[in-house]
């Protein structure tokens, strides 16, 4: 089958990709959609280290095809959006209630894919964040997949299981914004539009979009913004500051760049929080202004929304049906698989929310 490999710096899409069947609590699920993430790019691009050969993507939703003998949640034929976090359910985090806290979703190398390599050995390929959807069928935990209903569209339900469980997650079980709060989120992508909504959906009471590139202005009031920010050349904090004099009560750092951290713990007014969710390189270093933080001040990370992937998909896709959340709306192109590097290059150029690869 077709994926989208990295190896030695590079991605490519080939062909004679196999799968192996599902264990006794797995699932395979052949893929439909899948979204393109800047993490995918970081992973290319060696933000986010990672070794090769391995198959990309971790944005997906698709239909089972077979299931493992202990599966008792989906079956086979059923529409399922998945997620990253293969989370255990029995260890201290996973019963306080804080999945993506599990151990057991860090740092495993799972290789269940193969290939015929030089010389015709068989070797192995490895999945990337428990995923893997740039490829026409997964091998993954039956706890990654939720189902749900079959009149969702599949190029916007795969968006779910990355940018909507981050940014939404982020406002809403992380730092729990409040009614009326001010709120600001700082790059206008995938993941900052859904901060943005999740802030409208939370009711906050002034929401300012901060991005360098004019063109997400209209995109970013669609999504709830009452503000828009370019500061390309300018003071980004004194920008902000005049829109909310006292400082913002909630910032979202969604590029990943220490300038743009600090310049979000510089926003905050007093009690303010900054909610890091941007990814930099692994040994990049920032730096805050410490006596401004007396004032109550909290610098906070967050790991995908701090989701509990099983009940929040389901709750985001009724509130898609509702009219309350944004996604179709989040797609702005929709690629072939062997079409992934123009996607590349017009995400990075800034004129998606989000592309979709179609398999």
Same mark, same amino acid.
């Given at each position: 089958?077709?994926?989208?490999v990295?190896e030695?710096g590079?991605?490519?899409?080939?062909?004679g990709?196999?799968?192996?069947?599902?264990?006794a609590?797995?699932?395979?699920v052949?893929?439909?959609?899948?979204g393109?993430?800047?993490?995918?790019?970081?992973?290319?691009?060696g933000?986010i280290?990672?070794?090769?050969?391995?198959v990309?993507g971790?944005?997906g939703?698709?239909v089972?095809?077979?299931?493992?003998?202990?599966?008792?949640?989906?079956?086979?034929?059923?529409?399922?959006?998945?997620?990253?976090?293969?989370?255990?359910?029995?260890?201290?985090?996973? %019963?306080?209630?804080? =999945?993506?806290?599990?151990?057991?979703?860090?740092?495993k190398?799972?290789?269940?894919f193969? *290939?015929?390599?030089?010389?015709g050995?068989?070797?192995?390929?490895? %999945?990337?964040?428990?995923?893997?959807?740039f490829?026409?069928?997964?091998?993954?935990?039956?706890?990654?997949?939720?189902?749900?209903?079959?009149?969702? =569209?599949?190029? %916007?339900?795969?968006?779910?299981?990355?940018?909507?469980?981050?940014?939404v997650?982020?406002?809403?079980?992380?730092?729990?914004v409040?009614?009326?709060?001010?709120v600001?989120?700082?790059?206008?992508?995938?993941?900052?539009?859904?901060?943005i909504?999740?802030?409208?959906?939370?009711?906050?009471? *002034?929401?300012?979009?901060?991005?360098?590139n004019p063109?997400k202005?209209?995109?970013?009031?669609?999504?709830?913004?009452?503000?828009?920010?370019?500061p390309s050349?300018?003071?980004?904090?004194?920008?902000?500051?005049?829109?909310?004099?006292?400082?913002?009560?909630y910032?979202?750092?969604?590029?990943?760049?220490?300038?743009?951290?600090?310049?979000?713990?510089?926003?905050?007014?007093?009690?303010?929080?900054?909610?890091?969710?941007?990814?930099?390189?692994?040994?990049?270093?920032?730096?805050?202004?410490?006596?401004?933080?007396?004032?109550?001040?909290t610098?906070?990370?967050?790991?995908?929304?701090? %989701?509990?992937?099983?009940?929040?998909v389901?709750?985001y896709?009724e509130?898609y049906r509702?009219?309350?959340?944004?996604?179709?709306?989040?797609?702005?192109?929709?690629?072939?698989?062997?079409?992934i590097?123009?996607?590349?290059?017009?995400l990075?150029?800034?004129?998606?929310?989000?592309?979709?690869l179609?398999l």
């Amino acid at each position: 089958m077709r994926a989208a490999v990295f190896e030695n710096g590079k991605l490519e899409v080939v062909e004679g990709i196999d799968v192996r069947g599902p264990r006794a609590d797995e699932i395979t699920v052949r893929i439909t959609a899948a979204g393109l993430c800047h993490s995918d790019l970081s992973v290319v691009n060696g933000t986010i280290p990672f070794p090769g050969p391995a198959v990309l993507g971790h944005e997906g939703a698709g239909v089972v095809e077979e299931a493992g003998a202990a599966v008792t949640r989906v079956k086979a034929g059923d529409h399922v959006c998945l997620t990253t976090i293969n989370h255990c359910g029995v260890c201290p985090a996973c %019963s306080q209630g804080r =999945p993506t806290m599990c151990r057991a979703t860090f740092g495993k190398m799972s290789r269940p894919f193969t *290939r015929v390599g030089a010389g015709g050995a068989t070797e192995k390929v490895a %999945s990337f964040a428990n995923a893997s959807v740039f490829t026409e069928r997964v091998v993954v935990k039956e706890v990654q997949a939720v189902p749900i209903p079959a009149d969702v =569209p599949m190029t %916007s339900a795969a968006l779910i299981g990355c940018g909507v469980l981050t940014g939404v997650g982020a406002v809403l079980n992380r730092a729990k914004v409040g009614i009326g709060e001010t709120v600001v989120v700082i790059g206008v992508g995938g993941i900052g539009l859904n901060a943005i909504q999740g802030a409208r959906i939370a009711r906050a009471g *002034r929401i300012v979009a901060v991005d360098t590139n004019p063109r997400k202005e209209d995109v970013a009031r669609r999504f709830g913004a009452t503000d828009f920010v370019d500061p390309s050349g300018d003071d980004v904090v004194a920008l902000v500051k005049e829109l909310l004099p006292n400082g913002a009560d909630y910032v979202f750092e969604c590029v990943g760049h220490p300038a743009l951290i600090r310049a979000a713990t510089d926003m905050l007014g007093w009690s303010g929080t900054a909610v890091l969710l941007g990814v930099p390189r692994a040994d990049a270093e920032a730096s805050f202004l410490v006596s401004g933080m007396y004032m109550d001040k909290t610098i906070m990370g967050c790991r995908y929304g701090t %989701s509990h992937p099983q009940f929040d998909v389901t709750r985001y896709v009724e509130l898609y049906r509702r009219g309350g959340l944004l996604l179709d709306e989040l797609v702005t192109k929709t690629y072939p698989l062997e079409h992934i590097h123009e996607a590349i290059h017009d995400l990075e150029s800034g004129s998606l929310a989000r592309g979709v690869l179609l398999l």
